[in-house]
């Protein structure tokens, strides 16, 4: 019986997050849409915190779910020390495909919403590339450390520093 119902509750659970994230990021593609083809600095603050809205509705819905579980203990310091007025630097070691998904439950209500630096070629994957770059998350091109050690290529070393540079200081302008 209990593997049954184990059966049960993973089945429920992926129909459940899957309805959660459909939910959530639609809104956040169609807002990409609209970013993309009206590039107006005013628009795109505003689509920049509906997103942002968005993706907060997105970790409460999973933050929810995961309080379905009564298998599943926390137990984390230091949240109250964290300000939603700072921005922060979070370093995962991506140990597990849940790594995104923790982080903004436990932070979700402590900091502004978490940024993620994405390989440049994520932004070509359908619906999930313009999704992140409607969230200004910074996509980073990354170069082999051989390739950046020639001459003619020395420069391309610092674009991915320099896209990042750009990228907080949109923002800071938030």
Known sequence: MSRLFAAITLILSVALTIVVTVA????IIIAGIIKL???????WRSISVFADFMMYCWCEGLAFLLRL???LKWDVEGLDDLSKKNWYLLICNHRSWADIVILCVLFRKHIPMNKYFLK???AWVPFMGLACWALDMPF???????YCVTQSNAAKMWKPLAA???NFALTQRQ
């Not at 959530?24 to 809104?27: A, I, Q, R």
């Open 164 to 166: 990042l540079a750009k």
């Open 37 to 43: 083809l009206l590039p107006v600095p005013i628009i």
């Open 120 to 122: 440049q070629q994520l």
């Open 24 to 27: 959530c990021s639609v809104p």
């Open 140 to 146: 980073m091109k990354r170069y082999s450390r051989g």
């Open 69 to 71: 579980n009564p298998h």
